[in-house]
Protein backbone atom coordinates (compact mmCIF):
# COMPACT_ATOMS: atom_id res chain seq x y z
CA UNK A 1 0.00 0.00 0.00
CA UNK A 2 3.02 2.61 0.70
CA UNK A 3 4.68 1.56 -2.47
CA UNK A 4 1.03 2.74 -4.16
CA UNK A 5 0.86 6.13 -2.33
CA UNK A 6 4.78 6.74 -3.36
CA UNK A 7 3.68 5.51 -7.05
CA UNK A 8 0.89 7.91 -7.36
CA UNK A 9 2.94 10.57 -5.52
CA UNK A 10 5.66 10.53 -8.08
CA UNK A 11 3.11 10.73 -11.11
CA UNK A 12 1.74 13.51 -9.09
CA UNK A 13 4.67 15.36 -9.43
CA UNK A 14 5.77 14.32 -13.45
CA UNK A 15 2.24 15.36 -14.36
CA UNK A 16 3.05 18.90 -12.69
CA UNK A 17 6.32 19.32 -14.54
CA UNK A 18 8.19 18.73 -11.40
CA UNK A 19 10.97 15.36 -10.93
CA UNK A 20 13.36 14.45 -7.98
CA UNK A 21 16.74 15.45 -8.55
CA UNK A 22 19.84 13.55 -7.10
CA UNK A 23 22.66 16.39 -5.68
CA UNK A 24 24.40 13.72 -4.04
CA UNK A 25 26.58 13.64 -7.37
CA UNK A 26 28.86 16.24 -7.56
CA UNK A 27 28.52 18.51 -10.86
CA UNK A 28 31.16 17.42 -13.56
CA UNK A 29 34.46 19.67 -13.46
CA UNK A 30 34.44 21.99 -16.30
CA UNK A 31 36.93 21.42 -18.84
CA UNK A 32 40.42 22.87 -18.05
CA UNK A 33 41.26 25.55 -20.77
CA UNK A 34 43.64 24.03 -23.67
CA UNK A 35 46.95 25.10 -22.44
CA UNK A 36 48.08 28.26 -24.70
CA UNK A 37 50.75 27.72 -27.25
CA UNK A 38 53.25 30.73 -26.82
CA UNK A 39 53.04 33.71 -29.27
CA UNK A 40 56.30 33.64 -31.10
CA UNK A 41 57.01 37.33 -32.68
CA UNK A 42 59.88 37.75 -35.39
CA UNK A 43 61.55 41.12 -34.05
CA UNK A 44 64.42 40.68 -36.81
CA UNK A 45 65.53 37.90 -39.12
CA UNK A 46 67.90 38.89 -42.01
CA UNK A 47 69.79 36.88 -44.51
CA UNK A 48 73.81 37.01 -44.31
CA UNK A 49 77.02 35.48 -45.01
CA UNK A 50 78.48 35.03 -41.62
CA UNK A 51 77.38 35.26 -37.66
CA UNK A 52 80.43 36.96 -35.40
CA UNK A 53 79.50 37.24 -31.74
CA UNK A 54 76.08 36.00 -32.38
CA UNK A 55 75.66 39.30 -34.84
CA UNK A 56 74.77 39.01 -38.62
CA UNK A 57 77.54 40.25 -40.72
CA UNK A 58 77.78 40.86 -44.75
CA UNK A 59 73.34 41.06 -44.46
CA UNK A 60 71.64 41.50 -48.01
CA UNK A 61 69.10 40.74 -50.65
CA UNK A 62 71.71 39.86 -53.63
CA UNK A 63 74.91 37.70 -53.19
CA UNK A 64 77.48 35.98 -55.78
CA UNK A 65 76.68 32.58 -57.27
CA UNK A 66 80.35 31.66 -55.62
CA UNK A 67 78.87 32.20 -52.13
CA UNK A 68 78.76 28.75 -50.62
CA UNK A 69 76.91 29.34 -48.13
CA UNK A 70 74.15 31.90 -46.18
CA UNK A 71 72.93 32.22 -42.96
CA UNK A 72 69.28 33.18 -41.46
CA UNK A 73 69.53 34.85 -38.61
CA UNK A 74 66.42 35.64 -36.39
CA UNK A 75 66.05 37.42 -33.23
CA UNK A 76 62.58 36.43 -31.73
CA UNK A 77 60.33 37.01 -28.07
CA UNK A 78 57.57 35.68 -26.48
CA UNK A 79 58.81 31.88 -27.80
CA UNK A 80 60.63 30.60 -24.56
CA UNK A 81 60.92 26.69 -24.30
CA UNK A 82 59.48 26.50 -27.93
CA UNK A 83 60.80 25.95 -31.20
CA UNK A 84 60.55 27.87 -34.50
CA UNK A 85 61.04 26.35 -38.22
CA UNK A 86 63.91 27.96 -40.84
CA UNK A 87 62.81 26.71 -44.07
CA UNK A 88 64.84 27.26 -47.15
CA UNK A 89 63.87 27.23 -50.82
CA UNK A 90 65.31 27.52 -54.35
CA UNK A 91 62.25 28.89 -56.13
CA UNK A 92 59.46 26.79 -55.04
CA UNK A 93 61.41 23.98 -54.36
CA UNK A 94 61.82 23.66 -50.25
CA UNK A 95 65.65 22.53 -49.75
CA UNK A 96 66.12 22.39 -46.16
CA UNK A 97 64.22 22.79 -42.85
CA UNK A 98 65.72 23.26 -39.63
CA UNK A 99 63.97 23.13 -36.31
CA UNK A 100 65.81 25.51 -34.06
CA UNK A 101 64.92 25.60 -30.20
CA UNK A 102 63.83 28.58 -28.18
CA UNK A 103 65.52 29.04 -25.02
CA UNK A 104 64.50 32.28 -23.62
CA UNK A 105 62.96 35.57 -24.51
CA UNK A 106 64.82 37.37 -26.82
CA UNK A 107 66.19 34.92 -28.33
CA UNK A 108 68.97 34.99 -31.45
CA UNK A 109 69.38 31.51 -33.07
CA UNK A 110 70.74 30.89 -36.81
CA UNK A 111 71.06 28.61 -39.43
CA UNK A 112 73.10 27.99 -42.29
CA UNK A 113 72.64 26.28 -45.65
CA UNK A 114 74.89 25.03 -48.28
CA UNK A 115 74.39 27.43 -51.70
CA UNK A 116 76.10 24.92 -54.79
CA UNK A 117 77.51 27.48 -57.21
CA UNK A 118 74.93 26.28 -59.81
CA UNK A 119 71.53 27.20 -57.45
CA UNK A 120 71.11 30.94 -58.78
CA UNK A 121 68.23 32.71 -58.91
CA UNK A 122 65.38 33.77 -57.15
CA UNK A 123 65.48 32.00 -53.39
CA UNK A 124 63.49 32.73 -50.29
CA UNK A 125 63.38 31.33 -46.45
CA UNK A 126 60.69 31.40 -44.08
CA UNK A 127 60.42 31.45 -40.46
CA UNK A 128 57.70 29.44 -39.01
CA UNK A 129 56.48 28.47 -35.53
CA UNK A 130 55.98 24.91 -34.25
CA UNK A 131 52.36 25.00 -36.21
CA UNK A 132 53.73 25.53 -39.40
CA UNK A 133 52.26 29.73 -39.21
CA UNK A 134 54.60 31.53 -41.65
CA UNK A 135 56.09 34.34 -39.37
CA UNK A 136 58.56 35.86 -42.03
CA UNK A 137 59.39 35.59 -45.10
CA UNK A 138 62.80 36.26 -46.71
CA UNK A 139 63.06 36.98 -50.13
CA UNK A 140 66.98 36.82 -52.10
CA UNK A 141 68.74 36.46 -54.72
CA UNK A 142 72.42 34.22 -55.71
CA UNK A 143 74.31 34.97 -58.61
CA UNK A 144 72.85 37.69 -60.28
Known sequence: MKRMAMIAASALLLGRGLAAQDTSKAAAPAAAPAAATPSVTVVEAVVARSVLDRQPQDTGTVFPADVAQLICWTKVEGAGGASIH???????????????????????????????????????????????TVLKRLDFTVGQ
Open 86 to 132: HVWFHGDTQVGDVELQVGGSPWRTWSRKTVPAEWTGAWHMEVKDAAG
